[in-house]
């Protein structure tokens, strides 16, 4: 049986193998799911090594991208490698969690709802400039740049009026300092505010004392109901297995029941907003 991460190689290179013939027979990506029967957004997936298609799919793929017998073969030979390994029907596992975010956005126009909880920090979607480099600690001047340029690919995202959000904030993470009241200050207020300035964005409060049931130890994103992303060091696990997919949609249902309502939420946000501010103009005139 293959380990894992051999598995990961093959199914890049078995992406990698199919998006050349798909250009050798100049065929977009587009056309080229259309007559495999795919969507556009299942084919890009699997060209970029995030989604494990079928043997079956592989079949359709060989066949309509006009593969000669060697390259079919060896087509055959990668996806029966894969669906010997276990693990690699369950999670892809991608290093680089920066690049593989980016990645994953650009694969978002088919993708109808976006749910995100984190319980120790505002879910990523949501985070201020200022947040999201205090949150991260020290980066060069490059992942810098990326993390920005990825802040305002997802800020893009949100106001596409085909998408739909619903974020989970955890009042303990709201009670973590993540760099100074002034900064604390302005992400609890702008919080408050997503409803307004995306109508199709929802934020709600999970009280401290809530019993989610169960525990969350970790932040996780929902995309289109069908595949599950963690962002774990050093990289993104993504999630596609409808049993492993499951577990995190039963999670969902639990913060929707313990959260509190879109207008409980942003006066709680305000709260702690002006409550930061206040600790903010303390350190100002002690300074």
Same mark, same amino acid.
């Given at each position: 049986?293959?380990?894992?991460?051999?598995?990961? &190689?093959?199914?890049?290179?078995?992406?990698?193998?199919?998006?050349?013939?798909?250009?050798?027979?100049?065929?977009?990506?587009?056309?080229?799911?259309?007559?495999?029967?795919? =969507?556009?957004?299942?084919?890009?997936?699997?060209?970029?090594?995030?989604?494990?298609?079928?043997?079956?799919?592989?079949?359709?793929?060989? =066949? =309509?991208?006009?593969?000669?017998?060697?390259? =079919?073969?060896?087509?055959?030979?990668?996806?029966?490698?894969?669906?010997?390994?276990?693990?690699?029907?369950?999670?892809?596992?991608?290093?680089?969690?920066? *690049?593989? &975010?980016?990645?994953?956005?650009?694969?978002?126009?088919?993708?109808?709802?976006?749910?995100?909880?984190?319980?120790? #920090?505002?879910?990523?979607?949501?985070?201020?400039?200022?947040?999201?480099?205090?949150?991260?600690?020290?980066?060069?001047?490059?992942?810098?740049?990326?993390?920005?340029?990825?802040?305002? @690919?997802?800020?893009?995202?949100?106001? *596409?009026?085909?998408?739909?959000?619903?974020?989970?904030?955890?009042?303990?993470?709201?009670?973590? &300092?993540?760099?100074?009241?002034?900064?604390?200050?302005?992400?609890?207020?702008?919080?408050?505010?997503?409803?307004?300035? &995306?109508?199709?964005?929802?934020?709600?409060?999970?009280?401290?004392?809530?019993? #989610?049931?169960?525990?969350?130890?970790?932040?996780?994103?929902?995309?289109?109901?069908?595949?599950?992303?963690? *962002?774990?060091?050093?990289?993104?696990?993504?999630?596609?297995?409808?049993?492993?997919?499951?577990?995190?949609?039963?999670?969902?249902?639990?913060?929707?029941?313990?959260?509190?309502?879109?207008?409980?939420?942003?006066?709680?946000?305000?709260?702690?907003?002006?409550?930061?501010?206040?600790?903010?103009?303390?350190? @100002?005139?002690?300074?």
């Amino acid at each position: 049986m293959a380990r894992s991460d051999d598995a990961q &190689h093959d199914l890049d290179d078995l992406g990698a193998l199919l998006r050349v013939h798909r250009k050798k027979a100049q065929l977009t990506g587009t056309e080229a799911a259309r007559r495999a029967g795919f =969507t556009q957004s299942k084919l890009s997936k699997i060209e970029n090594g995030v989604l494990l298609p079928s043997p079956q799919d592989v079949r359709l793929l060989t =066949t =309509t991208l006009g593969m000669d017998p060697g390259a =079919t073969a060896h087509a055959l030979e990668l996806i029966d490698r894969l669906q010997d390994d276990s693990a690699a029907r369950r999670i892809v596992v991608r290093r680089g969690a920066l *690049t593989e &975010h980016a990645a994953l956005l650009a694969k978002f126009s088919e993708a109808g709802w976006v749910v995100a909880a984190d319980p120790a #920090v505002v879910p990523d979607w949501l985070r201020t400039r200022e947040y999201l480099l205090a949150a991260a600690g020290p980066l060069s001047e490059r992942n810098i740049r990326a993390a920005t340029a990825l802040q305002r @690919k997802r800020r893009r995202l949100m106001a *596409t009026p085909s998408l739909r959000f619903e974020f989970f904030v955890f009042e303990q993470a709201m009670r973590t &300092h993540v760099g100074s009241a002034r900064i604390m200050s302005e992400q609890m207020l702008d919080l408050a505010t997503v409803g307004e300035r &995306h109508p199709d964005a929802v934020v709600r409060v999970i009280p401290r004392e809530a019993g #989610v049931t169960p525990a969350l130890l970790h932040g996780f994103e929902i995309h289109d109901d069908r595949q599950v992303v963690l *962002t774990l060091m050093p990289g993104v696990v993504v999630i596609t297995s409808e049993d492993d997919v499951q577990p995190f949609r039963r999670m969902v249902d639990s913060l929707r029941a313990c959260a509190l309502s879109e207008d409980a939420s942003r006066r709680c946000l305000r709260r702690f907003g002006l409550a930061y501010r206040s600790n903010a103009l303390t350190e @100002k005139f002690a300074s």
